[in-house]
T-cell receptor
Framework: GQQVQQSPASLVLQEGENAELQCNFS?????MQWFYQRPGGSLVSLFY???GTKHSGRLTSTTVIKERRSSLHISSSQTTDSGTYLC??????????FGLGTTLQVQP | GGIITQTPKFLIGQEGQKLTLKCQQN?????MYWYRQDSGKGLRLIYY???????QKGDLSEGYDASREKKSSFSLTVTSAQKNEMAVFLC?????????????FGPGTRLTVL
């Protein structure tokens, strides 16, 4: 079946450092979604169907469809960026298949 | 814009009890979903519904029932709560089905079974 692999599983940064999160897919994709989840919180959509490179504030998503991968770059990290970042790919029946996420901790 | 609300926020039940979780959305979305999130296992789809009165089983439907009473609401019932069960149940909605539309999530219901 389709699989979504995220790396690294966890990441600890000092405030101000940059982060690079990876998402790899086992099958070809025509859309995907990046989410952010604060501990105990809901999922917030960061990027939807980000082919190529898209920007949102300090976040940049780069998706290379042919290589079945997407990355999320966080520049000048802040303590409020701490949480879990999830990527998801639509499955055969339209459901989203999620990776296990990258847990980011930004220390002051 | 819109919002998805889930009730209750915290749910504590006893082993064997039937428990119902509710979800409402005002996006006017056609499709709604129930996911379960367990620590270390990611999100798994329980049920989804593409329109009012429609129900489709996900990967984890055993032990659950669902009901799409109207377009804006989608309920999930745990038919017999399992002892020591702890999980977060997340409701989501989208304009279309799956990858053809962005999914938006509610705040979640945290279940604890004593």
């Amino acid at each position: 079946g389709q699989q979504v692999q995220q790396s690294p599983a966890s990441l600890v940064l000092q405030e101000g450092e940059n982060a690079e999160l990876q998402c790899n897919f086992s099958t070809s994709l025509n859309s995907m979604q990046w989410f952010y989840q604060r501990p105990g919180g809901s999922l917030v959509s960061l990027f939807y169907n980000p082919s190529g490179t898209k920007h949102s504030g300090r976040l940049t998503s780069t998706t290379v469809i042919k290589e079945r991968r997407s990355s999320l770059h966080i520049s000048s990290s802040q303590t409020t960026d701490s949480g879990t970042y999830l990527c998801a790919l639509p499955g055969n029946t339209g459901k989203l298949i999620f990776g296990l996420g990258t847990t980011l901790q930004v220390q002051p | 814009g819109g919002i998805i609300t889930q009730t209750p926020k915290f749910l504590i039940g006893q082993e064997g009890q039937k428990l119902t979780l509710k979800c409402q959305q005002n996006f006017n979305h056609d499709t709604m979903y129930w996911y379960r999130q367990d620590s270390g296992k990611g999100l798994r789809l329980i049920y989804y519904s593409i329109t009012e009165n429609d129900l489709q089983k996900g990967d984890l439907s055993e032990g659950y029932d669902a009901s799409r009473e109207k377009k804006s609401s989608f309920s999930l019932t745990v038919t017999s709560a399992q002892k020591n069960e702890m999980a977060v149940f997340l409701c989501a909605s989208s304009k279309g089905l799956g990858g053809r539309a962005e999914q938006f999530f509610g705040p979640g219901t945290r279940l604890t079974v004593l």
